[in-house]
């Protein structure tokens, strides 16, 4: 049996860096040290394996107990593919986000807005064969956070999605098409590079909202992925 | 050349909890993947997380990922869990001690399980590997020959009482874990 192949470099200014000096609770948290980098073996290039047995899925977020949630229903949709391009099938998508006012079903969560009693904030689908996913929610209302002064988070849902290698594990946030918030937030603003923090707002699609029923919006995932060509000695 | 550039990731901030099922913490759980699964030697890992202050993290989630007792991957024994980090800043696993996996070349890792921390302030999660103190082949394991003997403890667990292995992850400052990418 071969090597397991590495994945491909990160592109420059692509990712956000641990130390993001805007976001004040990185100061403490993020490694001074730089990571070992090593060449992938089984551990790096496996995944667990999730299935909707084990992980049952819920794609409709805007109901609660037979209730409806408050708000802008949406539906959002997309695809996951990985950096060659290629589609990851039956990939665990979780996703959590607060209520239409702003307020998570969290107790840690006081701001003062009301809570939805019919919005718990979690939903779980799997991409089908050809990388697809999708589900229905209610658009999430902005909240302050305290970061600076009269700090205010974009609308945005959070995602963590399992690929079929343990690097390719991805948690991140999509935010909503021209929200005036986004020029302000240091975590949206903390990627370098504009087109890849661009890349984090959805679009709105309209063939993929519902008539009369949703608005939608697209927003496709990309996981790490492999280099074609032999890995070097990382060292 | 790639097509297209992986999506850039976002801190799991405060309110994942709204995605936590604690029982996922206990590999071995009652209706779980693994229920009634026997073989191998039933553990207990766990380890407190803090940061640059050697403040505890109580908001942050270690993820778990490890091979079954015959070194194999998801082959018989589902090898995923995820604890949160209780007031006190730990994370508790019950899971089975997974046995030496193959490495590249004609290599031998010894048993490792590889956990990644996510926590409010962290843009990315940061994964390290949990060795077990005492084993002969953590002498030539690849990736811990790879670390610089000073910081190695950094990734190998003491025993802490009968069958629970104990291992801080120290996110900045004195004592730093080593973290690994690839
Ligand atoms: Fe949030």
């Known amino acids: ?235 | 050349m790639s097509k297209l550039v992986a999506t850039a990731a976002q801190t799991i901030g405060p309110y994942w909890a709204l995605i936590e099922h604690p029982e996922w913490a206990d590999l071995l759980r009652a209706g779980g993947p693994n229920a009634g699964y026997d073989k191998g030697e039933r553990i207990t890992l766990t380890g407190r997380v803090t940061d640059g202050d050697g403040a505890t993290c109580p908001d942050a989630v270690v993820e778990l990922w490890q091979a079954g007792p015959d070194g194999e991957y998801e082959a018989g024994f589902h090898g995923y869990g995820r604890s949160r980090c209780d007031a006190d800043g730990c994370f508790h696993f019950t899971t089975v001690k997974p046995g030496a996996v193959k490495g590249r070349g004609n290599a031998t890792q010894a048993p490792h399980v590889t956990l990644s921390v996510f926590a409010r302030g962290l843009m990315n999660h940061v994964s390290t590997r949990l060795y077990f103190s005492g084993e002969a082949l953590n002498e030539t394991d690849p990736v811990l020959g790879q670390v610089p003997e000073a910081r190695r403890g950094t990734l190998i667990a003491r025993p802490a009482g009968a069958g629970v292995w104990q291992l801080d992850i120290v996110l900045q400052g004195e004592g730093e874990t080593v973290f690994l990418e690839v």
């Open chain 1, 1 to 235: 049996m071969s090597d397991p192949a590495g994945y491909l470099k990160v592109a420059p200014g692509s990712q956000p860096p641990l130390d993001s000096p805007g976001y004040g609770s990185t100061h403490k948290r993020h490694p001074k040290q730089a990571p070992i980098r090593i060449a992938p073996t089984l551990t790096e290039s496996l995944a667990p394996r999730m299935t909707e047995r084990d992980y049952p899925s819920f794609a409709d977020m805007s109901v609660h107990e037979g209730r409806q949630a408050q708000g802008e229903r949406i539906i959002v949709g997309g695809r996951v593919l990985d950096e060659n391009g290629k589609p990851v099938p039956h990939c665990m998508v979780e996703i959590w986000q607060a209520c239409s006012t702003g307020r998570y079903h969290h107790p840690l969560d006081t701001h003062d807005a009301p809570m939805d009693p019919n919005f718990k904030g979690e939903g779980r689908v799997f991409t089908d064969a050809d990388g697809n996913y999708s589900f229905v929610s209610i658009k999430p209302g902005a909240y302050p956070w305290r970061n600076h002064r009269n700090a205010w988070r974009p609308n945005h849902i959070h995602y963590s999605l399992f690929g079929h290698g343990f690097a390719q594990r991805l948690v991140t946030q999509m935010y909503f098409p021209g929200d005036p918030l986004l020029a302000l937030d240091p975590v949206f603003n903390a990627t370098p590079d504009v087109a890849a923090r661009n890349r984090l707002v959805a679009a709105l699609d309209m063939d993929i909202g519902k008539e009369e029923w949703a608005l939608g919006y697209r927003f496709d995932f990309v996981l790490r992925g492999r280099d074609a060509t032999p890995m070097e000695n990382p060292q």
